[in-house]
């Protein structure tokens, strides 16, 4: 017997949640959105990934963030959702936005990773026929690549919505010149820059040097990836590094992998929790409310092994305000 059947969500899932208009586009996002980059793949539990999605739900996330390459391995989120979709959310399908990805390395061969139409369109193609779907709402390129021509990427991007198999595209890490480029190009095909996904936490600020002016100067929206920088920016690491992190377990692109826990960063971290405690909230909840001060922030994905962290994360928005003196002590904290 499926102990989860039948779902209902929770009537009031609009009462709490915040939405955010992404950039000049007529779409709001939730301002924290959810991410199945871990804990959706084969080797995890698929009973909790599956409460993961009904808890963020409930709560009025309406946002799924995907990609190819989500899993382990690779395909395996996608699937995966796919799943739980067709089990739990077929009926809410016009409440979703459901994005996914392409651009990282997914079969061998020069037709499988990058930026080329041929390698796009045919994951786009797979994804959803993994997720079961008709179409997306939006469908980024993940990374750029330096040898496919921008035009040519652009274009695949543009004929995916003219098919109908997207319906907003987007862009991830690429630089504020790279994005301006894009912009320009979808705009003369016709086809708006809804978004673009980078990635930007108190530790990592790259953003601010030209991206989010770009981004606001042109009118598209921003959501945020790692903006706890894999886990740095919460209490699991006030102490070293726990055996159960995923810093320590090496897997994916953790903290630990990017040399991100060092004995600066931990000292930032501990003062960085100090301050949090007086504003009468977690480190997380603190640093996710400080990318959201930034009104060119769309949205926030957020990640979670249980349904417990994603509600943790939410109680972010008792709190999004800052006052002067405490955004002048992060500042002090970070440039020590």
């Known amino acids: 017997m499926d102990q989860y059947s039948p779902y209902q969500s929770n009537e009031d899932r609009y009462e709490n949640m915040e939405y955010r208009r992404c950039g000049l586009s007529g779409l709001k996002l939730p301002i924290l959105s959810m991410g199945l980059w871990h804990n959706f793949g084969f080797i995890d539990n698929f009973d909790n990934a599956r409460s993961m999605l009904r808890t963020a739900f409930n709560c009025g996330i309406t946002h799924f963030d995907l990609a190819n390459n989500y899993g ?16 739990d959310f077929q009926p809410y399908r016009d409440e ?7 651009g990282w390395g997914m079969w061998p061969g020069p037709y499988g990773d990058w930026g080329s139409k041929k390698y796009l369109t045919a994951s786009l193609d797979q994804s959803l026929k993994r997720m079961g779907l008709d179409y ?14 921008l035009e040519e990427t652009m274009r695949a991007l543009d004929l995916f919505v003219r098919q109908g198999k997207a319906l907003y595209v987007g862009i991830s890490s690429y630089s504020a010149d790279e994005t301006a480029k894009a912009y320009s190009i979808l705009q003369d095909l016709g086809t708006p820059l809804l978004i673009h996904q980078p990635k930007y936490s108190m530790l990592d600020r790259w953003v601010e040097n030209g991206l989010l002016d770009v981004l606001g100067d042109k009118g598209i929206g921003c959501i945020t990836f790692s903006s706890l920088a894999q886990g740095l920016l919460t209490n699991k690491y006030l102490k070293g590094i726990p055996e159960n992190s995923r810093a320590a377990s090496g897997r ?85």
């Not at 382990?72 to 067709?86: K, L, Q």
């Not at 997306?136 to 021509?149: L, N």
């Open 72 to 87: 382990p391995p690779a395909g395996s989120a996608e699937e995966n959702f796919g799943r739980i979709f067709h089990k």
């Open 96 to 102: 979703l936005i459901i994005s996914s990805k392409a």
């Open 136 to 149: 997306v709402d939006i469908f980024y390129h993940h990374r750029p690549d330096p040898e496919t021509p």
């Open 252 to 336: 994916g692109n953790g903290a630990l992998e990017s040399g991100s826990i060092s004995d600066s960063n931990l000292d930032k971290v501990r003062k960085l929790n100090d301050l949090a405690i007086h504003r009468g909230q977690s480190l997380a909840q603190m640093a996710l409310a400080w990318v959201l001060k930034d009104e060119r922030i769309t949205s926030v994905i957020i990640g979670a092994s249980r349904p417990e962290q994603i509600l943790d994360s939410i109680a972010c928005l008792d709190n999004k305000q800052f006052t002067l003196s405490e955004l002048e002590t992060i500042e002090k904290i970070l440039k020590d």
